[in-house]
């Protein structure tokens, strides 16, 4: 049975598709379009959305991941990272306007903004600061200028965003990359194979 490939579709594709043709794993392009479930070189690539790609792999339906440590840390799923890959990286940030800067580390209570709820829960709580955490699955960036929150908790990787909406970094709260990840049946089930794909990445 060929082994299946959880792929992060958006900001990461086109990177991991790199790595692996460099590696030697792909011999050929895989194109980012509205195919989802790709055969190729012997494997098959389920392209998904980057938070789902641990959901697959810890469930079996993957047997191995390119995953985002943000997401990873969001999530924490139970599986195997396997490598840091190198590729993908971006910082996890607190933002908010230039003039809410100085404001932000007297703070007690603080409302933020995120697509990662779990992180930013944590994060705040061991800072000893009460949080109000929402919850958004995109744009965050525009809670701030239209009163939602105080500030966001989000990746910044060309800053552009922040940018363009009139935002400034506050505080750093992690660097990310991606990461090779593995269901945890196959890797004892699929060793041979997993162990084979792993060192062509090494
Ligand atoms: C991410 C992130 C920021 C942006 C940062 O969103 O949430 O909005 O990228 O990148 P930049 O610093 O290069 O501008 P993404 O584009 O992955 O899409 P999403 O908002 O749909 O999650």
Do not use: H, W
Not at 7 to 33: A, C, M, N, T, V
Not at 55 to 69: C, F, H, R
Not at 96 to 105: D, M, V
Not at 170 to 180: D, F
């Amino acid at each position: 049975m060929s082994l299946t490939i959880a792929l992060p579709k958006g900001r990461l594709f086109e990177e991991s598709i790199r790595l692996l043709k460099e590696k030697g794993i792909l011999s050929k392009d895989i194109q980012e379009g509205r195919k989802l479930l790709v055969e190729s070189d012997g494997f098959s690539f389920l392209l998904v959305k980057p938070s789902d790609v641990p959901v697959y792999v810890e469930n079996g339906v993957a047997d191995l991941g390119i995953a985002g440590y943000d997401v990873l840390l969001e999530r924490e799923p139970n599986l195997y990272v396997l490598l840091d890959l190198g590729i993908g990286l971006c910082r996890i940030v607190v933002a908010g306007r230039e003039e809410s800067k100085e404001r932000y580390f007297k703070e007690t209570y603080i409302k933020v903004a995120t697509k990662y709820p779990n992180i930013a829960k944590k994060f705040f709580s061991e800072r000893g600061v009460k949080s109000k955490i929402i919850y958004l699955s995109g744009s965050v960036e525009l809670a701030p200028a239209i009163g939602l929150s105080d500030y966001i908790l989000d990746i910044v990787q060309t800053g552009r965003t922040l940018r363009e909406n009139k935002l400034v970094v506050i505080e750093e709260v992690a660097t990310s990359t991606a990461r090779l990840v593995c269901n945890k049946a196959s890797y004892r089930n699929k060793r041979d194979r997993i162990t084979g794909f792993f060192s062509k990445l090494m």
